[in-house]
Structure formats: C-alpha cells, structure tokens
C-alpha cells in the first residue's frame, strides 16, 4: 500500500478549500477581517482514548468533537482542522487498522464534517510499530481579542454548565465490563460527545473551558487562571439520568470523572439573563451550579464542591490524570 | 508526575504571543491584513523517523525544521507552531524519555525558536504503550493567493534545487552501521537540516517543493500537479561532497534517497537572474539541474532522469517509502 494511494482514497474525499486537495506541503487559510484564528489540538492513543474495538466510525468523530469543543470553549467558529496518524503496522493494510477500519473511521468525520461546517486541510500519515496515535489539530475563527479564556472570572459571577455531566466516564466503566448499560446511553456518551459550539458567548460569558478532565479540576484552571474561589453546589450539578442511576460506589467518579465536554462558563450578574437565552435558542441545557468567590487575603485560588448541608466535600482524586 | 507541571517545565518556556502560557483550550494568531496563513504538519515516530539514542537537542530541532521547509516551499514566513507528543510510560519519567532527555529536547527548539523567529502555541501530551510520536503542526504567513504551489510549472521552465544533496541519507546509512563518516557530515546532514526559508520565491518561481522522499520521486509531484514532464541531468544534482565520496553502490541512495528538505524549483525563463539574485542575498548555493517540458499527446506527466550521454537512468526504486 502506498501512502499516496491510502490518503487519496481515504483522506481527499474529505479535503476542502485551501487543502490543494492534499496535494502539497501545505494549505492556506484565512479569517475574516477584524477576526483571529484560534488553534486547538488533541491527540488520542489506542487503549489510552480508546478501544480497539471501539466503531471506527465514532473514533474519529470523537477525536473531530472533542476538538471542536475546544473551539466552543473559546466561542470560535470552526474553519478546518489537520489530522496526523501513525498507523501500526503489524495492524496494518491487512489488520485491524485496514482498509475497511480507515473507510468506516472516515465515513464518520464526513458525517460530522456536514453536521459541523467545517473540512479536512492537510496532515501527515506514517507508520509506527506501536498503538494507533492519531492527532487533529482544529482551527476556527472568533472576533479579534473576543476569545473566550480562563481568566475573565470575578467574584459576584455565576457558575453555569451546559448539558449533562457523568455518563461519559461511566461509559468507559461499562466498556471495561465493570458496570452494566441497558439504555446503550452512557456508552454513547463516552463515544460521541457534543461539542456547545455556536452558543456565542463571547459578549455574555466572562470565563470558560470544556470539562475533558472532571469538572472539579477543570473548574481549577479558572479558578487560578482568575485568581478567585469556585463555589460549587454538588446537589446542582446535572448528573445525566443514566449515570444518576448507577450504584453507589460510583459517585465520584460521576461527579469528577471525565470526558465530559461539556462547558464550563462563569456570567458576571449582569449577563445571566442572555446566557438563559443563548441556550434556548441553541437547545441546550443550562444550569447555574454555584458562584465565584473573592480570596481573602493568603487564600489561594480553588475550587470548593459543598454538600446539600453546605459543608464541603473531600474527594480522593482531582479527576482524570493523564500520566 | 503531572501532565501540567510536565508542560510547565519544558514547553511553557517555549510558548510566544497567543499560547496564553499554554494554560488555555486553544490558543489565537492571526496574519496581516492582505495574507493568509500556511498550515503544514509532520509527525515523527521513534525508530522510523529518528532512532532512540538521537541527541535529543536535535530531535527536536530535526522536527521543527522539517515544518519549516514546508513554509518555505510555499513562500512562508514562521508565525508558530504546536507540539503534540505521545511519551512511551515504559521510558517515561525515570526512563529514556524522561526529564532529562525533554529537557534536552526543549533547549534545541529553543535554540531554533531563535533562530527562525517562531514560537510554539500549544499542543498535547499523553502517555502511550508504544514509541514516542511526536506531531509538529507549523503555521506560517503568507499574502493572499500568492503561495507557492506544486501546479505552476511550465514547458521551457528551468528546474532548480538548492543547497546539496545526498548526505542526509547517507547519514542514515552511517547511523545504521553501514558507512563510515570520518568528517560528521553524513550524520549532521540527517540530524539537522536547513531549511530554506526566507528565500521570497513567491514572485521568482513558478512552482516549488522541498524534497523529503527523494528528488525524482518529488519532481515527480509537480510534474503530475503541473501536468509536464521534469527532464533532470545527474551530472547536473549538486550532491554533497561527502555523499560523492561515498563508495558507488550508495549511488542510487545518494541520488534518490530522502530526508534532504532542499527546495526544487522551476523557473520562467524571465526570472532566472531574480532567482539566483535571492540564492546570493540569502547565502543560498542554487543549481540548475534541469527542465520542465511538454507533454506529447497521450503522454504522462513524469520525470526524466537522464546521465552524461543524454540516456535516461533507471532506478531500482523511486525513493523513500512510508509504508
């Protein structure tokens, strides 16, 4: 198999505006006058992001989604986006990872690339005598110094999330065969996140970031990002109804587990009414969670998930480590 | 260890204008008003695109340049770059791939930063099973529309390579115990090439490319993209001297082996004084090797490689293989 041959039938179909059809060093893109483009990439490893056996179709439209997230989480729209894969090739062109597991992992990106607007401009494809590692680095365009970032939070903010949180972390304990999924629905959670974008919060949020490592560590990163306390309730949270239902023992990792992609957003009192509306209009779930607080003086910035008795939790992990 | 102290240790000195300290979902760049930005990415994996005991100053370097002589075959200039890797946990921290050797790692790209005036803004890490992969996507600017690309091409067009050629891959050879190099030339020609940018090629070239996969097997790129035939002259290839003292089965190898990142040319017959004008200002040894000629009716765009006598060569191979 030839690499020229296997991206021309796999990957060009894919291709768009200032891709050159794949046939060149580079591609060319552009934003809009008086706009900046804002730039993102996530790297998924077999067994680590996930299985094997997981449908090559909803492999490649998480890695699309979770990075399209990324750009939601900075109120970008999306323009294009780069994919890199290093192939094993002792599962190669006749192995798993063939012909048909390429065709099906395509297929998938096509599908999205139509639900989100968004096409393929270049990237690199190489062989490796380890696991599958693919990367997609994802570009969108947002107004000039209007990107959404971590460190816009002030005390006296609210703390909102969109959808629902949980059922993706247990999603990957049901594909470990430690849970059971009769509703197929967390499982689908851990496959196919939905990325918030077009939700234009750029003028209505003053912080955000997607939650891919649980809520309570990546509240943190606003929380030291803007120098302030994150309050949050944890009988507010919105755990998903299927991972609401699991056993006890899961609590936590339901509450802090990952996976998420959901966002993360803080909204000055102000702007709580426009934010309502944002959701409304794009059909999606918003819920207030808690607030930002002020440090007193030698505080450090944090995070601080209470109980319905208002008295904090204690948890035994921040939520998901990478390594 | 932490993925966050990890990044903050090695790669947030890196970070320039628009990372937002690496500490952000995504990071903003944008170009100047009338151009548009080049977006090229390579991934290198370990054992195929370098070998474990490369001094990790140029691994890195190695990676960085590649990216850059993807700019430079279309007339960029270095705006940033992101940096994705995929650490082996088996030499991970206390491993090969640990603090030392990242640390390592990172001063080369700083050295270069400094050099090609480029700063990195933003990437991913995650732990891996197999080798180390690392995905370099590089970002340069370019005004609108005036990109070099492999299409331009015309019959009665020269063909032009800069630099020399043949060491890198040689160099390889050497790594693998199959040549000797008493001078270090090989080696550092495969280590650290030199990309060439700065060269301002846009209004002197008609088409252009860098060669990674051998100088017949890219001509062949623009040949097919052009739709003409690229007639080359051995005598003609500036191959390094080190290369030329090679003993003569490394013949082939030396003319059509890989990894050289030396830009191929073609040039209107009005712009050849301009082109070598740029080679003088910029330091930059251009040779003319050949030239680009017209299809006969049912011909296939190709490239001819002829020797002394004005017959073609033929080769047991057409250059570097992926897979």
Redo the contacts between chains.
């Keep these: 198999?030839?690499?020229f041959d296997f991206i021309g039938r796999h990957f060009k179909p894919l291709a768009g505006p200032g891709s050159?059809g794949l046939?060149?060093?580079?591609?060319?893109?552009?934003?809009p006058?008086g706009?900046?483009?804002?730039?993102?990439?996530?790297?998924?490893?077999e067994?680590?992001?996930f299985l094997p056996d997981d449908p090559p179709e909803t492999v490649g439209r998480k890695l699309l989604r979770c990075n399209l997230s990324?750009?939601a989480?900075?109120d970008?729209k999306p323009l294009g986006y780069?994919l890199?894969?290093?192939?094993?090739?002792k599962g190669?062109p006749e192995g798993r990872y063939g012909e048909a597991w390429f065709a099906a992992f395509a297929k998938g990106l096509a599908e999205d690339q139509q639900r989100y607007a968004i096409t393929l401009?270049?990237?690199?494809?190489?062989?490796?005598?380890?696991?599958l590692?693919m990367?997609l680095?994802?570009?969108?365009t947002?107004a000039?110094h209007k990107?959404l970032?971590?460190?816009g939070a002030s005390a006296g903010d609210s703390v909102w999330v969109t959808g629902h949180l949980g059922a993706a972390r247990l999603g990957l304990e049901v594909r470990r065969g430690h849970l059971e999924d009769p509703t197929g629905k967390l499982v689908q959670a851990y496959r196919l996140p939905t990325p918030r974008v077009g939700l234009q919060l750029g003028t209505v949020a003053s912080a955000g970031?997607?939650i891919s490592d649980g809520i309570v560590q990546d509240a943190g990163?606003i929380a030291?990002?803007s120098g302030v306390r994150l309050r949050l309730e944890a009988s507010r949270l919105p755990i998903a109804a299927e991972a609401a239902a699991a056993p006890e023992h899961f609590q936590e990792m339901r509450l802090l587990g990952g996976d998420d992609y959901e966002l993360l957003l803080t909204c000055p009192p102000g702007h709580e009414a426009a934010l309502m509306a944002r959701g409304l209009i794009m059909n999606v779930p918003l819920t207030r969670i808690g607030k930002v607080e002020a440090l007193k003086k030698g505080e450090k910035p944090g995070v601080v998930m209470v109980g319905a008795d208002g008295k904090p939790l204690s948890f035994t992990t921040p939520g998901w480590?990478?390594?």
């Design positions: 198999m030839g690499e050159y046939r060149n060093d580079g591609a060319v893109m552009s934003a006058f706009h900046e483009i804002v730039v993102s990439s996530d790297t998924m490893v067994n680590v992001h990324d750009l989480a900075m970008a780069t890199n894969s290093s192939i094993p090739h190669g401009l270049g990237g690199d494809t190489t062989s490796t005598s380890g696991p590692v990367t680095t994802i570009f969108g947002v000039e990107a970032t971590r460190s970031l997607d990163h030291e990002e480590q990478h390594f």
